[in-house]
């Protein structure tokens, strides 16, 4: 049954338009508008072809054909005319705080009070996006994956002030788009996302500054080692079933774990000869030029991998 809430996209960009495919293959009316007109009908083609090709491929999210879901889809050609009925606006603008705060700024005079508003941001608090805000309880962090069409999860991030209600809501309004949302009890830097990923980043930067391993092999460790088993189960469920249970798990491993904690080392900047390293070992396999390729080449595993995940 189509949803009969509307959601608002600000910035027809990557995730943008990603957010546009997740919320009209739902059948939910989706309000879309770029501050660059240009980029505004690049990105509704852009989301066009995204959904033909997927559909070509049998791997289009939903029960409705492209050409259906993309009558859900209406471009907006003012900010004002986006938001004004909305019941749910996702912010995808460019990771800047104060053009984020400014946009939050213009949302609130026009949307309905009663609008939840979303920040893709994968990086600022929503206590920051949203103090002295007049709708400053209805802000949320909501944090996809790239791209979100393919990879479900979003990690909902509320401010101290946030209005408990709200945070239900959207994870109601996300759960019946098909996306997998999970809810941070309270903001922490990183949220969860960047806070694990990019733990696993540093490590890697680490054991290559330390030329432990080469680049080409450790960027084996995910797809033919850990991704698979998480691609299916979470990092506790994986220990979980490793041993029997959590505690068998800790008899055995705590006291080496914890030492190897001790040795992680001080963090690490992205930088130097150990960032050159890496990108002139991942240029070799993957040039720059041909980058775009790669990412369709992501994108249609992904693709798979989801029609393989959802299979009853
Ligand atoms: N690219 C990624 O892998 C991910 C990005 N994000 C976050 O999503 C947000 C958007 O990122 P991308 O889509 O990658 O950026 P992008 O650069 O592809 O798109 C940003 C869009 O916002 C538009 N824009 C800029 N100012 C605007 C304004 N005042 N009003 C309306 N539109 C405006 C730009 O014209 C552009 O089309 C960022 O906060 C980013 O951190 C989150 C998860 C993953
Ligand atoms: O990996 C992803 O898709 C996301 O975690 C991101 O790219 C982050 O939002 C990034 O923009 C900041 O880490």
């Not at 989706?30 to 990105?43: A, F, H, S, T």
């Not at 995808?92 to 005079?109: G, M, N, P, T, W």
């Not at 998480?230 to 006291?255: D, P, R, V």
Request: one cysteine or more; glycine letters at 6%.
């Amino acid at each position: 049954m189509a949803d009969k809430r509307t959601v608002s996209i600000i910035g027809c960009g990557l995730v943008g338009q990603s957010w546009a495919v997740v919320f009209s293959t739902a059948k939910v009316k989706v309000r879309i508008y770029d501050n660059l007109p240009e980029k505004l009908e690049m990105g509704i083609e852009s989301i066009r072809n995204k959904m033909l090709e997927l559909e070509g491929k049998e791997c289009l999210r939903g029960e409705i054909s492209a050409q259906e879901a993309m009558k859900y889809i209406e471009p907006a050609t003012t900010l004002e005319q986006c938001v004004k009925d909305s019941s749910y606006v996702q912010e995808c603008v460019f990771e800047d705080f104060e053009l984020k705060r400014k946009v939050f700024e213009e949302v609130e005079k026009y949307a309905p009070d009663t609008a939840i508003l979303a920040s893709s941001t994968g990086n600022i608090f929503a206590s920051r996006l949203s103090d002295g805000l007049r709708m400053r309880d209805r802000l949320i962090v909501a944090h996809p994956l790239n791209p979100p069409h393919l990879v479900p999860l979003v990690e909902i991030i509320p401010a101290p002030w946030t209005n408990p209600d709200v945070v239900s809501e959207a994870r109601s309004i996300l759960q019946a788009a098909g996306q997998q949302p999970i809810v941070a009890k309270k903001e922490t830097a990183g949220f969860i996302i960047c806070r694990i990923q990019h733990t696993i980043t540093a490590e890697c930067f680490k054991l290559i500054k330390d030329d432990i391993i080469s680049v080409a092999d450790l960027d084996k460790l995910m797809p033919y080692g850990l991704g698979l088993r998480y691609a299916f189960l979470g990092a506790l469920e994986t220990s979980y079933l490793n041993a029997n249970g959590m505690k068998h798990f800790c008899e055995m491993y705590a006291e080496p774990l914890y030492e190897l904690q001790k040795q992680s080392g001080p963090p690490i900047k992205f930088e130097g000869e150990t960032l050159d390293k890496i990108q002139d070992e991942l240029e070799k396999q993957i040039p720059l030029c041909d980058i775009e390729k790669r990412r369709q080449w992501r994108d249609d595993r992904l693709a798979e991998l989801s029609k393989l995940k959802n299979k009853k």
